[in-house]
């Protein structure tokens, strides 16, 4: 069963540029989180879509971040314009709806690092 | 609402040693409770899971832990570590099975 696949791995961009990460989810998933990591600390939900639609989003910076699940499948986060606080890494995870495989699965991640 | 306090940011243990991890949560209702590891520049990988049962849960590579709902927590423990153990370590509560709340985590270091 193939994983979260998360890209690209690692991304540096300048503050006030825009920069987009994309999601596959575990086929069949109809949950996705999107969680940002800053060195050090836990992950925090950014937003939770089921299938395509947000569960969660009250963490989410709107003024600057976005996220969308077309289909619900796929996902793509984007930050716009980037500031130099949102160096993190994005995660990106799926799980079903089975009760006892209730987990969450995860991708490796996108480095964000912002100059 | 969850919450999850991991009590020690930092473990420093001998090899073969003993370990134990805290974990406190914070729920007004029922809560499934999860801990996973972290490897450097990886994503998060799931030790073990406490959905309901039996309170000692076993996970992979020897790690197991205990759900103590009078003293709301999930320790996690390894009778003997070993270098490969050397990680980040995040407890992790849930009470639908939908939205996760992950601990500030706990950085395990395996001391030769």
């Known amino acids: 069963e193939a994983g979260v696949a998360q890209s690209p791995r690692y991304k540096i961009i300048e503050k006030r540029q825009s920069v987009a990460f994309w999601c596959n989810p575990i086929?069949?998933?109809?949950?996705l989180y999107w969680y940002q990591q800053i060195l050090g600390q836990g992950p925090k939900l950014l937003i939770q879509?089921?299938?395509?639609?947000?569960?969660?989003d009250s963490q989410l910076p709107k003024d600057r971040f976005s996220a969308e699940r077309l289909k619900g499948v796929d996902s793509t986060l984007k930050i716009q314009p980037a500031k130099l606080e949102d160096s993190a890494v994005y995660l990106c995870a799926s799980s079903g709806f089975v009760f006892r495989d209730t987990e969450a699965f995860f991708g490796q991640g996108t480095r964000l690092t912002v100059v | 609402a969850q919450s999850v306090t991991q009590l020690d940011s930092q473990v420093p243990v001998f090899e073969e040693a003993p370990v134990e991890l805290r974990c406190n949560y914070s729920?007004?209702?029922?809560?499934?409770l999860f801990w996973y590891v972290q490897y450097p520049n990886q994503g998060l990988q799931l030790l073990l899971k406490?959905?309901?049962?039996?309170?000692l849960v076993k996970g992979i590579n020897g790690f197991e832990a205990e759900f103590n709902k009078s003293q709301t927590s999930f320790h996690l423990r390894k009778p003997s570590v070993h270098i490969s153990d050397t990680a980040e370590y995040f407890c992790a509560v849930t009470n639908t099975g939908n939205q996760f709340y992950f601990g500030t985590g706990t950085s395990l270091t395996v001391i030769p």
């Open positions: 879509f089921q299938n395509n639609g947000v569960v969660d």
């Open positions: 406490y959905l309901s049962g039996s309170t």
């Open positions: 086929s069949g998933h109809a949950t």
């Open positions: 729920s007004s209702v029922s809560v499934y």
